[in-house]
């Protein structure tokens, strides 16, 4: 089957550095994304990788592994609108999202 | 960059009645759209994928009947909830892929809420 593993929930401290994890078991692969989720809004994009490797983005920095299904979500000088869900999302073979509960972050001041 | 917009953004019904949710991309063609539920703390649950011009695909369990989409057009989805109930109640939220390949990023509109009394 299809899975994704995330931490329910993580704290981080403003300013620091955080890493969320995320393991996922899929149909194929076509990608993974990052997406970022505020409470009661929609998810807005962070990060795509495609091959093995880390992606910088700003505060923003992803890892994917392939052969390990494995990525990370790399945070910097966290600030205290980051506190959001974290929600890892590969792409399976028929090019569909899989998504999982994410991860809550809540960043303390 | 790519914005979506839904509308209304919230909704209150009657039981019985059917809502109409619209999405439109504005700034790019949607070749693809999406329609998700989401209920509180659960992950984002995929209702169905439409494409311009023809049926969308439903997922497992989707009440088709009951959760009409129409694409019709490169711009614009709707999804018509028919005969709601107050199970029906969420947090529903569009999305819609540009270009013709399969590796373009989501982009999502803001969500309707809808509840049901």
């Known amino acids: 089957g299809q899975n994704i593993d995330q931490p329910t929930e993580m704290t981080a401290t403003e300013g620091a550095i955080v890493q969320i994890n995320c393991t996922y078991q899929t149909s194929g692969f076509n990608g993974l994304f990052w997406y970022q989720q505020h409470a009661g809004e929609a998810p807005t994009f962070l990060s795509y990788n495609v091959l093995d490797g880390l992606e910088e983005k700003g505060r923003f920095s992803s890892f994917l592994s392939r052969s390990k299904g494995y990525s990370y979500l790399l945070l910097k000088e966290l600030q205290m609108k980051d506190s959001a869900s974290y929600l890892c999302a590969p792409m399976d073979s028929n090019y569909q999202l899989i998504w999982g509960a994410g991860t809550k972050l809540i960043i303390k001041p | 960059g790519a914005v979506v917009s839904q509308h209304p953004s919230w909704v209150i019904c009657k039981s019985g009645t059917s809502v109409k949710i619209e999405c439109r991309s504005l700034d790019f063609q949607a070749t693809t759209m999406f329609w998700y539920r989401q209920f509180p703390k659960q992950s984002l649950m995929l209702m169905a994928t439409s494409n311009e011009g023809s049926k969308a695909t439903y ?59």
Do not use: M, W
């Not at chain 2, 088709?64 to 019709?72: E, G, M, V």
């Not at chain 2, 270009?99 to 809420?113: K, S, V």
């Open chain 2, 59 to 117: 997922e497992q369990g989707v009440e088709k009947d009951k959760f009409l989409i129409n694409h019709a057009s490169l711009t614009l989805s709707t999804l018509t909830v028919t005969s709601a109930h107050p199970e029906d109640s969420s947090f529903y939220i569009c999305s819609a892929r540009a270009g013709t390949t399969e590796l373009y990023e989501q982009y999502f509109g803001p969500g309707t809420r809808l509840t049901v009394t």
